[in-house]
């Protein structure tokens, strides 16, 4: 394989037999799938209400328009350009020294996974649960049950089998068939279910602590670290799951279009997700409970909740727990189709064949989240966020400072403006890297605390 491309020389004529999205519409609903997913309906409420609420949403809504968008961007071009995922990609851009942080990356998606898994699990054991005996008396003690455990083991398992099933379908038959079918529904279920949660008493007070500002949060070093890093999480930027995608996209279309639909997509669940959470919780007085906040709280908060609803309250966790089930599974395919891409694109191998080796391995490694649940926090904090924070800076260096000439020519197919393109490389270069370089070195400071709470409590 040739090393470093030249600069302004064209992308080798992709592999013919390389799958390709069945349409535009297609691609859409799977990037959206990625990004919607466990970090907008589980973390952002529950990370907005430990860091002062809407200081939090307003730092999150200006980081990703300022910051993940244009990195958002960035990937796809990466992807598209290059027709590969992460490791070829970086490898046919940048030459064997890029070579690295593709599998860097790769190995992100794997620990990431790893943990997601597992949360995954507790959605669909809390939906089988919710659906088969009903919201269950005890809902704390039932958490504590499939939380961790055998039990957790079990959903892990379940979560990846069903990952590895639409990974299996490949791009159209699996990803894009999967996507099409139900994003729709989760927006569906999602706005009925704000709908629902808006006439609650006691709404108000939830709406009012979710989107009004402390400003003094606004600037405290945690928040800004947290809105970013959940920014990265949310958006699937920083791991080449946008690059694997976009590999598998052909045309012309307007990348910053594209870009920008799914930023769109993503923002709406996080808010609605906020819309839906802020006034249940307040409206059965959980506020307190979220704030201090377990990564359990809104497993225990809504169906407690909903048990003083009786049969209507059923059908609401039903509900709720189908839109987090869906927005897993589709998220954790994208995180699984990187490692899977990766095997296939590197080392030649069958779809098949990498699929199998890549569950196998991710399964394994989400043992240790499974059987005792600190772990997900310290995952969370090393791979979630300054693992994509990594990724997005060196994205950012990629195409801001190595090679910004071979952005700029694909993105200048499809989005006819030329100067603004400019605008983006310059955004890239001058805020971007030195902003992430900053947070990254922040977020590497934070993790002795981290490792410290995690070996300070027994589990
Ligand atoms: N964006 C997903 C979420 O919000 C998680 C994710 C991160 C998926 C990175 C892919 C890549 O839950």
């Not at 910051?67 to 990609?89: F, H, K, Q």
């Not at 990356?105 to 898994?117: E, H, P, R």
């Given at each position: 394989m040739a090393e470093g491309r030249p600069i302004d020389s064209t992308p080798d004529?992709?592999?013919?037999?390389?799958?390709?999205?069945?349409?535009?519409?297609?691609?859409?609903?799977?990037?959206?799938?990625?990004?919607?997913?466990?970090?907008?309906?589980?973390?952002?409420?529950?990370?907005?209400?430990?860091?002062?609420?809407?200081?939090?949403?307003?730092?999150?809504?200006?980081?990703?328009?300022?910051?993940?968008?244009?990195?958002?961007?960035?990937?796809?071009?990466?992807?598209?350009?290059?027709?590969?995922?992460?490791?070829?990609?970086?490898?046919?851009?940048?030459?064997?020294?890029?070579?690295?942080?593709?599998?860097?990356?790769?190995?992100?998606?794997?620990?990431?996974?790893?943990?997601?898994?597992?949360?995954?699990?507790?959605?669909?054991?809390?939906?089988?649960?919710?659906?088969?005996g009903g919201v269950p008396a005890d809902p704390a003690s039932f958490f504590g049950r499939i939380s961790q455990g055998p039990e957790a083991l079990l959903g892990h398992l379940l979560a990846m089998a069903l990952t590895g099933m639409v990974i299996f379908g490949g791009i159209r038959r699996g990803i894009e068939h999967l996507s099409v079918s139900v994003m729709p529904l989760l927006y569906l279920l999602l706005i009925a279910l704000a709908v629902w949660a808006s006439q609650l008493s006691g709404a108000g007070a939830g709406y009012r602590f979710y989107l009004q500002p402390d400003f003094r949060e606004l600037l405290s070093w945690s928040t800004i670290t947290a809105a970013t890093g959940h920014a990265f999480f949310s958006l699937s930027v920083g791991l080449g799951a946008m690059i694997t995608y976009a590999s598998y996209l052909r045309g012309r279309d307007n990348l910053v279009r594209l870009g920008s639909v799914v930023a769109a997509a993503d923002t709406t669940v996080a808010l609605l997700g906020g819309l839906v959470t802020f006034p249940l919780v307040a409206h059965f007085q959980l506020l307190d409970g979220l704030s201090d906040s377990t990564i359990g709280a809104l497993f225990v908060a809504i169906p407690s909740g909903m048990n003083s609803l009786g049969g209507g309250g059923r059908l609401v966790a039903v509900v709720f727990f189908l839109v987090l089930a869906i927005a897993a599974l589709t998220s954790a395919v994208s995180l699984l189709e990187v490692s899977t891409a990766g095997l296939i694109d590197r080392l030649g191998w069958s779809r098949r064949r990498a699929t199998w080796l890549a569950v196998l391995v991710i399964t394994l490694l989400g043992i240790p989240p499974a059987i005792d649940n600190r772990w997900i926090d310290v995952a969370y904090s090393l791979f979630g966020e300054a693992g994509l924070i990594f990724g997005g800076l060196m994205t950012a260096i990629l195409l801001g400072w190595s090679y910004p000439s071979l952005g700029e020519a694909e993105l200048a197919e499809g989005f006819p403006h030329p100067r603004a393109i400019r605008w983006w490389v310059l955004l890239l270069r001058w805020l971007v890297t030195p902003m992430l370089a900053l947070l990254l070195v922040q977020s590497l400071r934070q993790l002795p605390a981290v490792l410290q709470t995690f070996f300070s409590h027994s589990p």
């Open positions: 004529p992709t592999d013919p037999n390389r799958e390709q999205w069945g349409s535009r519409r297609g691609f859409l609903l799977a990037a959206a799938g990625s990004a919607v997913g466990l970090g907008n309906l589980w973390g952002f409420p529950y990370k907005a209400s430990s860091h002062g609420g809407a200081a939090f949403v307003v730092v999150y809504l200006l980081m990703i328009v300022l910051v993940c968008l244009p990195l958002l961007i960035a990937e796809l071009s990466i992807g598209r350009r290059t027709g590969e995922s992460p490791v070829m990609a970086l490898f046919l851009l940048g030459g064997r020294r890029w070579r690295w942080v593709g599998y860097v990356l790769v190995l992100n998606s794997m620990m990431i996974l790893a943990f997601y898994s597992v949360v995954s699990g507790w959605t669909l054991l809390s939906l089988g649960q919710n659906v088969i």
